[in-house]
């Protein structure tokens, strides 16, 4: 009898232990993904150069079922693609400082796309990718006002047990800037091992590829948004926002724009289905004006060509 309910202890002693680790949310999100038609990769590799070692993401996921407009915007093709690290704090509340965003959404994510088509030295405005970020990008970044551009991880008051009273309070970034770190580094890695795969193929296919990825953490715990009123803290209780970050790509040498969704496990749902609202939009928009894009490559390409030629 004794040993029966040392067993017991032990199990739910274990339970406790898996309740607190971040393996059941990463198993959760997994889930939801898939149930949303995306086909999911946990622990996926990618080969960190700062480090010189191999790390992996919590979950990589691309969208399994093609979209209705996929086969109307040939020879364009969109390919969307998700990295997420799950994250849990019972201990620490997350705190983002915010401030007014620039309505566009290029500006913030410059790390995340490529596309095949080169890229002229001259004629910027008018181009390919100017006319692709001015009119066809139709993304969820764009329903935010405000961005976050500074973070703290506060711990929660507690009470001491021994005194009664209300114990020390600290803060720490290292839980949120360990996911962004990943983040940025295994998007860096997978979108320029993508973009040198889908360059071949658009050589032998003549279709040219758009190249999206969407950095996100999924966070269980409190999260918080500060602004200023008149020089005054206002704190606000939130389920989604927006980070934003840079960094130096080791594989073109380019510092490179971030927007990382940092979204509330409560939340995910809701927001998975507005991701994919959003990229039904960009689809539609880049079908009206799928013409002109493909107008715009040939002339793009042209001017590449003969730019390099001059050198």
């Known amino acids: 009898m004794k040993q029966e309910e ?27 993904l898939e149930k949303q038609k995306f086909v999911v990769f946990n622990t996926q590799y990618y080969f960190d150069e700062e480090a010189k070692q191999g790390r992996d993401i919590d979950i990589y996921a691309l969208p399994l079922e093609p979209d209705p407009y996929d086969d109307k915007l040939l020879p364009l093709f969109l390919r969307t693609d998700v990295a997420i690290e799950c994250k849990k704090s019972e201990t620490h509340a997350w705190v983002f400082y915010t401030r007014p965003r620039i309505p566009m959404s290029s500006i913030y994510m410059r790390g995340q796309y490529r596309t ?34 500074a973070y ?70 409190d999260m918080f948004e500060v602004f200023l009123v008149s020089g005054e803290p ?24 971030f927007t990382i969704d940092v979204v509330q496990r409560s939340h995910f749902n809701e927001f998975l289905r507005t991701m994919k609202m959003h990229l039904y939009k960009t689809r539609e928009a880049i079908w009206k004006n799928l013409d002109e894009l493909l107008k715009k490559a040939k002339e793009d390409r042209m001017r590449f060509e003969k730019e390099s030629a001059e050198r």
């Open 116 to 149: 095949t088509v080169p890229k002229p030295e001259k004629f910027p405005t008018g181009s390919f990718e100017w006319l692709l970020q001015q009119k066809c990008l139709v993304l969820h970044y764009d329903k935010f006002e405000r961005i976050a551009i």
């Open 234 to 257: 206002i704190l606000e209780k939130k389920t989604h926002m927006l980070l934003a970050t840079h960094y130096r790509c080791p594989y073109c040498g380019e510092v490179e724009s």
């Open 152 to 221: 703290e991880e506060i711990k929660k008051k507690k009470i001491d047990k021994e005194t009664g009273k209300e114990g020390k309070n600290g803060s720490s970034r290292k839980e949120i800037f360990e996911a962004i770190n990943q983040l940025v580094k295994f998007t860096c890695y997978e979108i320029h091992k993508t973009y040198d795969r889908i360059t071949e193929l658009s050589k032998t296919s003549g279709r040219e590829y758009i190249t999206i990825f969407f950095p996100m953490i999924v966070f269980d715990g």
């Open 6 to 32: 040392g067993k017991d202890t032990l199990k739910d002693y274990l339970i406790e232990k898996v309740k607190k680790s971040g393996y059941p949310l990463e198993i959760e999100i997994s889930d939801s």
